[in-house]
């Protein structure tokens, strides 16, 4: 692929992928860091790989806690783009093993290329759960 905003979505879909399947690793190869995200009025940062993945087992049970069984992407559009930069605007669907909604909202992610490499470094979500946020450094 050459085209950005393609390149973007693509990274975001193993990303959100790799979220449902908790596989951390693929996580975070799609990720750049430092990574910030704002939830509500709180900035959360992760500085490294390894911060980010020090938070995961305790998400994990937190879904788990709210009957999460994955999440359903609704929409994902690019809204700027340009060669080292991407903006999606995305709706995602939190759903329990019946395949029920149970949390719905907006988001949206930043995606970067660095070296070549196309991961989300800034995320802001309209998401409310006690399933947000783990491991990160308040901002």
């Known amino acids: 692929m050459s085209d950005p905003a393609s390149e973007?979505?693509?990274?975001f879909h193993r990303w959100n992928d790799a979220f449902?399947?908790?596989?951390t690793e693929t996580q975070v190869a799609h990720m750049?860091?430092?990574?910030v995200r704002l939830a509500g009025n709180a900035f959360q940062?992760?500085?490294s790989a390894d911060e980010f993945r020090a938070g995961q087992d305790a998400?994990?049970?937190?879904?788990?806690a709210e009957n999460w069984h994955h999440t359903d992407t609704l929409s994902v559009e690019a809204v700027q783009a340009d060669r080292n930069k991407v903006h999606l605007v995305i709706?995602?669907?939190?759903?329990d093993a019946d395949n029920v909604e149970y949390n719905g909202f907006d988001t949206l992610w930043i995606f970067?290329?660095?070296d070549g490499n196309w991961g989300v470094q800034f995320?802001?979500?309209?998401?409310a759960s006690a399933a947000s946020g783990l491991g990160a450094q308040p901002g």
């Open 32 to 35: 750049h860091f430092p990574h």
């Open 8 to 11: 973007a979505i693509a990274a």
């Open 91 to 95: 709706r995602q669907s939190r759903r």
């Open 20 to 23: 449902n399947a908790r596989d």
């Open 123 to 127: 995320r802001s979500s309209f998401l």
């Open 45 to 47: 940062r992760w500085e």
């Open 59 to 64: 998400l994990t049970a937190r879904l788990k």
């Open 112 to 114: 970067t290329n660095i």
